[in-house]
């Protein structure tokens, strides 16, 4: 079975673009979670989605949003980027919802914004 | 005060030795996971426990849900082993992370 993907693995931005993120969970999982990781705040939840609805949402302002498709693939878009929204994304699916079921992590996209 | 904490932030250890990483929390919880992050970013699921202790291979697993507090022990610890350790816990539908334990066993 393969595991989660994402992609791209890396990028590199300017202050004031915007990007987007896309995350391919395991075949049969309905659940993606997404969350940043930096060395000053660690890991942080971004957002939940749970056949193609936002169940969930952490603690960050309107530019992040994501969605999800059909096929339970899932993007997140970070507009008007600032210089602290370099990070790792990663995205986690598991079957039904996160913290409930095993999490399954992709590899991460390293952001750096320029 | 973090919801979430884990001691110690830093462990170092020699080949064999038997490692406990700690992890205490003050929020209501439905479930707890421990995770490993090997340098590269990649993240790895060790366990999710809501209640006793669960093993796999070298690794333990205990939660005390009374005590809020729970505990990842490594015995006969291998260079390999080297990772940061995450403890993070369900609350409110979502995931709440400690800032991690860095190990790092020399042979």
């Known amino acids: 079975k393969a595991g989660v993907t994402q992609t791209p693995r890396y990028l590199i931005k300017t202050r004031g673009q915007q990007v987007t993120l896309s995350c391919s969970p395991i075949?049969?999982?309905?659940?993606v979670s997404w969350y940043q990781q930096t060395p000053g705040q660690g890991l942080q939840f971004l957002f939940e989605?749970?056949?193609?609805?936002?169940?969930n949402k952490g603690n960050f302002p309107g530019r992040f949003s994501g969605r999800q498709f059909s096929n339970s693939r899932s993007e997140m878009n970070v507009s008007t980027l600032e210089l602290g929204d370099s990070a790792l994304y990663l995205c986690?699916?598991?079957?039904?919802?996160?913290?409930?079921?095993?999490?399954?992590f992709g590899p991460g996209t390293r952001l750096t914004v320029l | 005060k973090n919801e979430v904490e884990q001691s110690p932030q830093n462990l170092t250890a020699q080949e064999g030795e038997f490692i406990t990483i700690n992890c205490s929390y003050s929020?209501?919880?439905?479930?707890l996971h421990w995770l490993q992050q090997h340098p590269g970013g990649g993240i790895v699921s060790l366990f999710m426990?809501?209640?006793g202790k669960k093993k796999h291979g070298r690794l333990i697993a205990t939660i005390n849900i009374q005590e809020k507090h729970s505990s990842l022990h490594i015995t006969a610890s291998h260079p390999r082993d080297s990772a940061v350790y995450i403890c993070?816990?369900?609350?409110?539908?979502?995931?709440?992370f400690g800032t991690g334990t860095r190990l790092q066993v020399f042979p």
């Open positions: 075949s049969g999982h309905r659940s």
């Open positions: 929020v209501g919880i439905s479930a």
């Open positions: 993070a816990v369900h609350n409110t539908d979502k995931l709440i």
């Open positions: 426990l809501s209640s």
């Open positions: 986690a699916s598991s079957l039904v919802g996160q913290g409930l079921n095993e999490q399954f």
């Open positions: 989605y749970f056949s193609e609805t936002q169940r």
